[in-house]
């Protein structure tokens, strides 16, 4: 493969669960131990702050969304890729 070849695009068809982050706690703790380093405060009050570990993962910033699959899997996704992917239902 040539570095010019474009990688295969895909296209999201995903249900998923998501909250946009309002904003990031550091909780003190680093990354290698166990348990939550870091506090998601999100934009609908509705949801309780979260604890939860980066291991391994992007930090999220404010504005970005907490996602879920059906899987229990959570990622994290900046606010323009998140919008410009997903569409509110229900």
């Known amino acids: 493969m040539s570095a010019t070849t ?3 695009r895909y296209q999201s ?3 998923v ?26 934009v609908d009050k509705g949801f309780a702050p979260r604890d939860v ?15 879920e699959y059906d899987n229990n899997y959570t990622s994290f996704s900046p606010s323009k890729e ?3 992917g997903y569409t509110r239902i229900g």
């Open 82 to 84: 998140f919008e410009e």
């Open 6 to 8: 474009e990688m295969p």
């Open 13 to 15: 068809h995903k249900k």
């Open 53 to 67: 570990n980066l291991f391994g993962r992007p930090t999220p910033s404010s504005g970005w969304y907490m996602v």
């Open 17 to 42: 669960w998501a909250l946009q982050i309002e904003s990031v706690e550091d909780l003190g703790t680093d990354t290698t131990t166990p348990g939550a380093n870091v506090r998601l405060n999100f």
